[in-house]
DNA sequence: CCGTATCCCGCACGATACTG
DNA sequence: CAGTATCGTGCGGGATACGG
């Protein structure tokens, strides 16, 4: 039992390898950003501000509630959104970017503006691709 | 048969339903862009370019082959990314940005640059939050 | 070397129902 | 109105093996 197995020390480098790249946070928060639903609101409360939970559900086509309160959680705990309880009755929450959020927002939206522009281009190169098939 | 089903109806319209309204095009592209593993491809082959296929595998931490070959798929077939195949033995493949994969490439090294820059506040802000709770 | 094909597991996500 | 709690499942994606 002294020889270790190929698979072993496969296992192992795996595991070093692992180790390594949790400590590489930059490529974390990029992906973290990288989600659709994060762009989606954070772009929906950079062209509006504040809005209340209901009013992003509606404005953000296809969102669950589950998905929305819980990008939402996500994006205050980053620092990213600011959430405010008004106790009243109804009781009414407001959302809005924070300045780190803003700063952020511009990043975002310039990349929904390129979608925009360039949808046309992609979608040309799709059915290109697909008859070439 | 001539009869089409109440249930058929239904499906049909809803798939019309789907394809139209559930959201503009313009959203489902920027979700396609939204992925971790889009903004890491491009990013990298923004730095360097063109790459081989094992090149940008080494490259990207913790990307498996089947997510890279299928990321960069899409990517050719959106036209974003260009294919260069050199039948040789081995065979060596090349991949490079497209004129509108650079053009798109800037926008998300931008935002891969504002995560290196305010990856100490967003981190501040979830120690902060986790306190609070 | 550059993939494609296959299996399979976990969890992201949606649907639904319930509270303050 | 603004959420939580719970359950079911589809599919993203990893591991492995094989083909050109």
Redesign the pocket.
Known sequence: MATRTA?QQ?NEA?EAYDAFMKECPTNQLLARIS???VSLIVSALGEQSPM????LGRKIP??????L??T??SLERDGLVA?T?TASV??????ELTALGRNLCCLLTAVKEWAEKHFDEVDEARTRYDETA
């Open positions: 698979a496969r795996r989600d659709k639903w209340r939970y209901s009013d296809g969102v669950s509630q589950k998905m309160t819980q939402l959680r959430r309880v109804p009781v009414r929450v407001d959302y």
